[in-house]
Each structure stands twice: as C-alpha cells, then as structure tokens.
C-alpha cells in the first residue's frame, strides 16, 4: 500500500481515482490534482438509492479538470444485500456515534470495493496507469471489511500479478500498479482540514445514504452522522442541506 507524502516528480503519473462524490473521494480527487496526478476518474452508477452522488462526482471531475471521467453503469441491485441497493432493507440510524464501527451496518455492498477495484485495475492498464487512488478510510468509518489495510495491500498484490503489465514489470523487476490511499488513517475532522485547505466546497458533495428528492441529507444515517461530528471537531462550518424535520 502507498501512502505519499513526499513531492512528486515533474513528470505527471497517470493514476485511476474512484470518485463517487462523497467527501472523501472528492478529497481525494482534490490531493490527487494538488499532486500532479493525470487523474482518470472513475464513477460507479450501482444504482445505489443515493443516486444524487453521481453528479457530485461529475462537478468534482469538472472541477478538479481530470483527463477522463468515465460513469460506469453497474447494476449491484440485482444482487440485493445492502440498504443501498434494495429499499426493502433499512439504513441503519440507531447506532450511537460511538458505536459505529462495531459491527458491519447494513449499507455494506457485497465486495463492493473488491469489485470497483477490479474494474479501476482494469481502466488503469488500458490507460497506462500506475497508481489506482480509492478513498478508504480506517478512523471515522462504518466498519466495512474492504476498507482495512490488510485488505488494500492483498489486492496490491493481486493487481501486480493478474494483469500483462504487473507480469511484464515483474520481469524488469518493477512494480505495474499501486494502490494509493492518503486518507486511510486519517480522521473525519483531518480529511475536511485537508479539503478545505486545497479548496473543496464540501456543499457539493454528497454523504447521506437516502437524501431526498432535493438532494437534502437525513441527518441520521451513520454517513450523515459521521459528517456532521468531522465538521464539529474540525471547527468549521457544515454546509450540508439537511431535510428539516416537522416538530
């Protein structure tokens, strides 16, 4: 697994960055631009009930001029097994703030990020990429099994042997493909000091799981709840559209 923090070389890297237009991945997209990175974003329309994330991610793709934004239309709902792609199952928002974490909540997508990882792996050969960016995330998260370290550096592993170029490199002694992920252990708070400081108006981007037709948060679920505690401990304004709620 990378982590930099050191500067980069002139030379641009290509690097494929998961973009969903939440504020990590917009974060992210953020320090890849402020890094010299030739950014290939990739979307995922999963049809996840927060649909309203994708154009967060094409304002964000727009903003941070990547090379390519590609919105890959991936239908996870005929799966089912998580409250983001089958209404019938509820988001959790009874979990105490201090609990989240303890135990897989019920917006876990099966393999999600196993399978977006593959698809990234794959765009990056045909690009010429070196670098996949995801924004995972260990310290203010809900406990998803695929956001852990030990997992990032397994599928590492995995990208630089199933793939022409992790093989050829291999031959040369070098590594083809990097998993990159400055956020992983950083907290909620950190990630939004990040962002602002590189420019990210967090108003345009979207946490909630089930926000409203407008676009509006709930306020409850633990993505939302997650969010609201970052800006309070960084002690910066929260300008998310919350739903008001009918005394």
């Not at 917009?26 to 950014?39: H, K, P, V």
């Not at 919105?71 to 089912?80: C, E, H, R, T």
């Not at 097994?81 to 609990?99: F, K, M, N």
């Not at 592993?157 to 992920?181: C, D, I, Q, W």
């Amino acid at each position: 697994m990378t982590n930099h923090t050191e500067n980069d070389a002139a030379e641009k890297t290509k690097a494929v960055l998961l973009l969903s237009g939440g504020l990590d991945s917009t974060t992210l997209c953020a320090l890849a631009s402020s890094r010299g990175r030739e950014i290939y974003a990739l979307t995922f329309d999963y049809h996840q009930r927060h649909r309203c994330e994708l154009e967060a991610a094409r304002r964000a793709a727009a903003r941070w001029n990547v090379a390519e934004h590609i919105v890959l239309s991936l239908d996870l709902s005929l799966f089912g097994g998580s409250s983001l792609t089958d209404a019938s199952i509820p988001v959790d928002r009874r979990v105490s703030l201090e609990h989240i974490g303890e135990s897989i909540p019920t917006s876990y997508v099966p393999a999600r990020n196993t399978v977006f990882l593959s698809l990234a792996l794959a765009y990056a050969e045909t690009r010429g990429a070196s670098e996949l960016w995801i924004g995972v995330n260990q310290i203010d998260y809900s406990g998803y099994p695929d956001c852990r370290t030990e997992y990032i550096e397994t599928f590492e592993r995995l990208a630089n042997l199933a793939t022409r170029a992790g093989v050829e490199g291999a031959k040369e002694g070098k590594r083809a493909f990097s998993v990159v992920t400055p956020l992983a252990k950083m907290s909620k708070a950190e990630i939004i000091c990040l962002g602002t400081g590189l420019g990210v108006d967090y108003a345009e981007t979207v946490t909630c799981y089930t926000p409203d037709a407008d676009g509006r948060a709930c306020g409850e679920c633990e993505a939302c709840r997650l969010r609201r505690a970052g800006f309070e401990e960084a002690h910066l304004p929260d300008p998310t559209r919350y739903v008001v709620k009918k005394p």
